[in-house]
């Protein structure tokens, strides 16, 4: 308990999935958590879930993809709670899923808007609040995509390698300001996200056997496997790691 008490942390992306592990287990280790998503309904359920168990939590519609929106819920969340601690930039889509020579600009455009534009913008607008407190920990959700290549998803891959290195660069240019930045690299997560790219639910169980086969451990991840690292990313208990890649993927990079 209390592992993060008092930080106010925006997590991106919130209501679904990864995003929402993390948002119960930080709000459970007594931080204050801004739920940012795009859809409300799934948002005010976990909105409630966690006032359920006593955490404290509100809901901010956003699309990370759009630098207004970015700043004016910023903004409002900083006006909420008077401070900004850490960010967990975890919104991001897989996109299409086709060899590169029949992707379109806009198919590729829209992986690029969400899973880097809305990095960029996120980063943007909350390290001024950083700055203020004079610390800070931003937490970037690329993927085990974003260290070895695969033959799907081109797009999802390049985004994810630049989410890597945009981790990096900021963890160096802010490092003498104590904010400190660092990538996590999931292997595959069971989560609303992977069901999709196997085409549905009725699909989940086929599809399971062949990305448990991937992981050396013998089994996909959990939410709960990846929210772990976050908390401890955002915790002190870090306070020494920046630019660093938590990878967390049971064995599938390590070959
Ligand atoms: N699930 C996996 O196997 C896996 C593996 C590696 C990395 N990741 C990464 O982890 C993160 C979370 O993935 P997930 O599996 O929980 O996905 P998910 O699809 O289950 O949940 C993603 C959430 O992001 C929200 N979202 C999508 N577009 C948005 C936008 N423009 N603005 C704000 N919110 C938006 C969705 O509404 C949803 O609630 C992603 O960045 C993903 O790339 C996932």
């Known amino acids: 308990m209390n592992r993060v008490k008092d930080k106010v942390v925006i997590v991106t992306g919130a209501a679904l999935g990864i995003g929402k592990a993390a948002s119960l287990m930080l709000a459970k280790e007594g931080a204050k958590i801004a739920v940012t998503d795009i859809r409300a309904e799934e948002s005010k359920a976990l909105i409630e879930e966690i ?60 992986v690029m808007t969400v899973n880097v534009n809305g990095v960029f913008f996120c980063t943007k607008h909350a390290i001024p609040f950083m700055l203020d407190v004079g610390s800070g920990s931003i937490i970037n959700i690329s993927a085990v995509y974003g260290l070895v290549g695969s033959t799907s998803v081109p797009a999802y891959h390049a985004s994810k390698g630049a989410v890597r290195l945009m981790s990096k660069t900021d963890a160096l240019l802010y490092a003498s300001n104590n ?25 989940v169980e086929k599809g399971r056997k062949f990305l448990d086969y991937l992981h050396p451990l013998g089994h996909m ?29 049971g064995g599938y990079t390590a070959r």
């Open 179 to 203: 904010i400190r930045v660092n990538s996590v690299h999931p292997g595959f997560i069971m989560t609303p996200m992977v069901e999709e790219h196997f085409g549905g639910k009725e699909y």
């Open 51 to 110: 006032q359920n168990s006593n955490g404290e939590a509100e809901y901010w519609k956003l699309d990370v993809g759009i630098e207004s929106e970015v700043e004016r819920v910023f903004a409002d969340i900083y006006r909420k709670w008077g401070k900004i601690d850490v960010l967990v930039n975890n919104a991001g889509i897989s996109g299409i899923n086709k060899p590169t020579h029949k992707i379109t600009q806009e198919e590729w455009n829209a």
């Open 221 to 249: 991840g959990e939410p709960d496997d990846i929210a772990y690292g976050i908390l401890y990313l955002a915790s002190e208990e870090s306070k020494f790691v920046t630019g660093a890649e938590l990878v967390i993927d």
